[in-house]
């Protein structure tokens, strides 16, 4: 989860690797630190405890020149935040610092044998122990960095992507990967390393991914060499990044969460764009026609995803069980694996991941694998490791999403779940053709439905300004808007951290109903469908528990309003539509609450945006 980033080249690294850190400060803002070496060859560390400006701060008025250097902004795993803890680490000479991304599972076994040989360590950190085994057995085996780091990688369990910098070799980088994610970006006489593309995208669009197990040597002047951590050399696979530098800037907006709120409209469209046509009664996910017979055969569907995109995947089993009439089960990754799961060959498992590098899904899907079952993976960020790892699958196009409380990414995993359930449907011929016309015509209007509701954030402003000082919350919804309960309840907890949480509106008398009374907000998404007298009745029960009602509603309704504190219009929809219009209003009262409330909405604390670790 932490963000690392490298440059080797002709300017000046410090400034490259400061920027480079914080756009990529959404994945750890716990400390920051960078290591560069001069003209003259001394090697100059700094490191911080707190957020990347803090390290700028720091570092004024001190040597930070050289063309070649890298950086850390550290989300903490072993030990806790503090400048020593902070990234880059030193060898026990001195002469190599290294960075790192991941966890070593089995490095107290390691410390302890380096302890006995000599090494002592300052910090607590595994990444520490690491870089004293690669230059224990630099020195024991009398081996150049780049080969000791091969024959470490081999002693060691568990995840990581490293960069590596040696005092006596200023022009060379190596850099490794293992379960965490590491891309190379290509200048003109020059090399970028980062965790993802945004550091990149400023200076080049040519960029290499590296696979896990694969270790690059990074030389000045030369091409980059590709070997495996068992010393074989692999051919070198350049692509072009398709990222706008325009899509990783707030672009006038006063946070990025906020940005990615309002481009929902655009992200929406983008994820359908080419795969829908309306008119002609067609949606095709290029990634799924190759597999469209296995999902027809399939008895079974698990969704396998955390957080946000568990919510998500939760929406995708009543869409496929309703429309394609398959079974579906939702699991949280993170349980998954841990459970002996029953999986047999002819089940289809849908891996959902923003990111494309969650650790737990990852690992379920190489379990899932493992058993014959058939990855479709559903992830926004090109390259990254959950596409490589599936069978096929479809990416959302929602864009670079930089805060950390996910929202364009839930909109744009409902759009392309739902039309691959649409596309299943279709083929297996479980749904009237009449429905699957009206669902597509609907899904096209989603975008302006969502610019309608976005207008009314002055409204929803001033409901967060009256519940911003609550201590709990409730969030009901019945059916398809379940999961949009519970994706409003993470909102608020996690960028406001006001307690709060989401049921089935039924459940509410089965005990939380005890929770209520006239402190505490309870939002419903009541909206017209089947389930409507239903939620009508669960109000009730909160009205007459002296519960503040917060009620999202279809525009026009009489009655929710007359009985909700307030109500928030959204335009009508089909019913398994709904969560993609309903969420949005809920996303804007987060929001407003967290600003607030003083917090900092887009690196909440003790989060961050991709989950790399287990």
């Known amino acids: 989860m932490c963000g690392i980033v490298g440059y080797i080249g002709n300017r000046e690294a410090y400034p490259i690797l400061m920027k480079g850190l914080q756009r990529l400060e959404y994945r750890g803002y716990d400390s920051a630190g960078v290591a560069m070496i001069n003209a003259a060859g001394a090697m100059n560390v ?250 027809k055969n399939a008895k079974r569907i698990i969704i396998i995803a955390c957080g946000t995109s568990w919510h998500a995947g939760l929406v995708a089993e009543y869409l496929f069980e309703e429309y394609a009439r398959i079974p579906v089960e939702v699991e949280y990754a993170s349980e998954f694996r841990y459970r002996n799961p029953i999986i047999y060959p002819d089940d289809i498992v849908i891996a959902i991941s923003q990111s494309g590098e969650t650790a737990d899904t990852l690992a379920a899907i190489e379990l899932a694998k493992s058993k014959g079952a058939t990855i479709i993976g559903v992830c926004n960020v090109v390259g990254s490791s959950i596409p490589r790892a599936s069978h096929a699958g479809s990416y959302t196009h929602a864009g670079p999403e930089i805060g950390v409380a996910s929202t364009k990414a839930f909109t744009a995993q409902v759009v392309v779940l739902t039309l691959m359930a649409l596309q299943v449907a279709k083929e297996k011929g479980t749904m009237a053709e009449s429905k699957f016309r009206q669902l597509l015509y609907e899904l096209e209007s989603i975008p302006t439905k969502i610019e309608d509701v976005l207008k009314q954030n002055d409204l929803i402003k001033h409901i967060a300004d009256i519940y911003k000082n609550a201590e709990n919350a409730l969030y009901l919804g019945r059916g398809f808007t379940f999961p949009v309960a519970l994706e409003g309840a993470l909102k608020l907890k996690e960028i406001s951290y006001i307690h709060a949480e989401g049921y089935p509106a039924a459940e509410m008398k089965h005990g939380p109903i005890a929770l209520i009374d006239e402190a505490m907000p309870v939002f419903v998404i009541a909206t017209k469908g089947p389930n409507y007298e239903k939620v009508v009745s669960n109000i009730q029960e909160v009205k007459a528990r002296k519960g503040k009602i917060i009620a999202v509603v279809t525009s026009g309704d009489k009655d929710v309003k007359g009985m909700a504190d307030h109500v928030i219009e959204i335009p009508e929809t089909d019913e398994s539509l709904v969560p993609l219009i309903a969420v949005v209003p809920l996303q804007l009262l987060s929001y407003h609450v967290a600003v607030m409330r003083g917090c900092n909405v887009d690196q909440p604390r003790n989060l961050a945006k991709s989950v790399t670790v287990e």
Not at 107 to 115: M, N
């Open 46 to 295: 700094f490191k911080k405890k707190g957020k990347v400006s803090d390290l700028a701060d720091f570092a004024k008025g001190q040597d930070i020149t050289g063309n070649i250097g890298i950086g850390h902004t550290r989300w903490a795993t072993h030990g806790e935040p503090n400048d020593v803890n902070s990234h880059p680490h030193y060898s026990q000479s001195g002469d190599l610092v290294m960075i790192h991304n991941g966890i070593i599972e089995n490095y107290a076994a390691i410390k302890e044998g380096l302890t006995k040989r000599g090494h002592t360590f300052q910090s607590q950190t595994d990444t520490e122990v690491l870089i004293h085994l690669i230059e224990d057995i630099k020195k024991s085996e009398n081996m150049k960095t780049g080969h000791a780091v091969l024959v470490a990688l081999n002693q060691i369990i568990g995840a990581y992507a490293l960069v590596v910098l040696d005092k006596n070799d200023p022009n060379t980088l190596i850099a490794a990967k293992k379960g965490s994610p590491m891309v190379i970006g290509i200048g003109e006489d020059e090399f970028f390393i980062a965790s993802d593309a945004s550091p990149i995208v400023e200076y080049t669009k040519n960029v290499v991914y590296l696979n896990d197990e694969q270790v690059a040597i990074i030389r000045r002047g030369e091409e980059v060499k590709l070997r495996t951590i068992k010393d074989k050399e692999i051919p070198l696979y350049v692509q072009e990044l398709e990222m706008e530098l325009e899509a990783i800037e707030k672009g006038g907006y006063e946070h990025f969460m906020l940005k990615e709120i309002y481009e929902q409209p655009r992200s929406v469209k983008d994820s359908m764009r080419g795969r829908l046509n309306a008119e002609k009664g067609i949606v095709q996910l290029g990634g799924i026609v190759d597999h469209i017979a296995k999902f």
